[in-house]
């Protein structure tokens, strides 16, 4: 995990927000959470990473969090653009057994985490857009709206939600 931080980091710091804390503090221990993040501090439990010890990329998505330092964020959002940072820079997903998913009926772009990011990738790569780094400003900045993704591609959230459905 420790690696993970020293590698990773320095990487999210300089893509996403040159101004994230330079010091983060990891606490290991009980916790209700599998892994959390609140300013500098990430929390995980120790049981899950005993018992998982291949899921050392969760430090990735936890990472992101503190580099988001959001005031205030859709949260799909915030959770899908952090596994979206696990999903680039993780590098033991596989062995872990981490994966971001593929839309199901029932499914919404709303749902946050691996079903949100997965959509976001989508949508860079479709669309040659470089989306992630404009929704974390925007956010960042207070200015986030929804007009923004039809700047970008276009196309507003649902005809987009629409058209990945479809051809995932």
Known sequence: MKERFFTVYPILVER??????????FVIGPSIYVAS??????TYQGLWSLEHPQDYDVVVHELMHVVQSYVSSPGWLTEGIADYARYHYGVNN?????HLQMP???SYYTDGYGVTARFLVWVEERYKVELVNALDSAIRSGTYEAGLWIS????NLDALWT???YDP
Not at 152 to 155: A, E, N, Q
């Open 163 to 165: 058209e990945y459905f």
């Open 37 to 42: 993040a609140s300013g500098n501090t990430v």
């Open 94 to 98: 596989d062995a872990a057994g981490w």
């Open 16 to 25: 996403f927000n040159r101004a994230a804390p330079l010091s983060v503090y």
């Open 104 to 106: 199901f009926e029932g």
């Open 152 to 155: 970008l591609t276009g196309k």
